[in-house]
């Protein structure tokens, strides 16, 4: 059965304060992985898409990266405003279309 | 580019009965999804639709469950005799395909926030 964990559960950073989140996962037949914003009361926001190990995107203090077994997503010096719960998903080719999500990630970047 | 509508936002329900939540998708995308999700979890798939079929459906779904999407517009999201274990967030998203399946971008609603008493 494929799955996904994320860690940590919750992170507390200063301001300035650059950190990095986990997202492991365990599938048969990788397709995607996919990095999701959440913030409280709202639906899920589309952040990056990666495919292969080895590979990166950027998107203004993020950056995502991609191993075989997990994927980081590297953030410099967060604002306020990146506090939000990181949610990763990934498509494999044991279920279709069906995106599996990982628990998230609760960031809270304090000023 | 309204972006994908979820009503009603709140629903509060007793055990036993039936509600009905609706999601108005993207106009162009073709490819709508529900999820559900509980505090602190990740969503969880719970069926797929391409145009008007619904093309996969979560193993874990109750009986109780059905969703439509007539003439492939606006997807509805029944769930009949309500139990309190129902109580969770219902997500509705909606993609357009591409050439690359793998390469899908889920944009989601706000959810319909369901509490069960």
């Known amino acids: 059965e494929d799955q996904v964990t994320q860690s940590p559960e919750a992170l507390r950073l200063q301001e300035g304060e650059s950190s990095s989140l986990n997202c492991s996962y365990t599938v048969s037949g990788l397709r995607g992985l996919f990095w999701y914003r959440q913030d409280p009361g709202k639906g899920p926001e589309f952040l990056f898409t990666l495919y292969s190990a080895g590979e990166e995107k950027e998107k203004e203090r993020l950056k995502a990266t991609l191993t075989k077994k997990e994927s980081f997503l590297h953030i410099t010096a967060p604002k306020p405003e990146d506090s939000a719960t990181y949610l990763c998903?990934?498509?494999?080719?044991?279920?279709?279309?069906?995106?599996?999500f990982g628990p998230g990630t609760r960031l809270s970047v304090l000023p | 580019d309204t972006g994908v509508s979820q009503d009603p936002r709140h629903k509060i329900t007793k055990r036993g009965q039936n509600v009905t939540f609706r999601c108005d998708p993207i106009s162009e995308h073709n490819r709508l999804y529900w999820y559900r999700q509980t505090l602190g979890q990740g969503p969880e798939f719970l069926t797929y639709?391409?145009?008007?079929?619904?093309?996969?459906k979560s193993r874990l779904l109750s009986d109780r469950f059905s969703a439509e999407r007539p003439k492939g517009s606006f997807s509805t999201l029944e769930i009949q005799r309500t139990e309190q274990g129902d109580s969770a967030m219902y997500l509705c998203?909606?993609?357009?395909?591409?050439?690359?399946?793998?390469?899908?971008?889920?944009?989601f609603g706000s959810g319909t926030q369901l509490s069960v008493l």
């Open positions: 998203a909606s993609s357009s395909p591409s050439r690359n399946p793998n390469n899908e971008k889920l944009f």
């Open positions: 639709f391409q145009n008007e079929a619904q093309l996969e």
């Open positions: 998903a990934v498509l494999t080719n044991n279920y279709g279309q069906n995106f599996v």
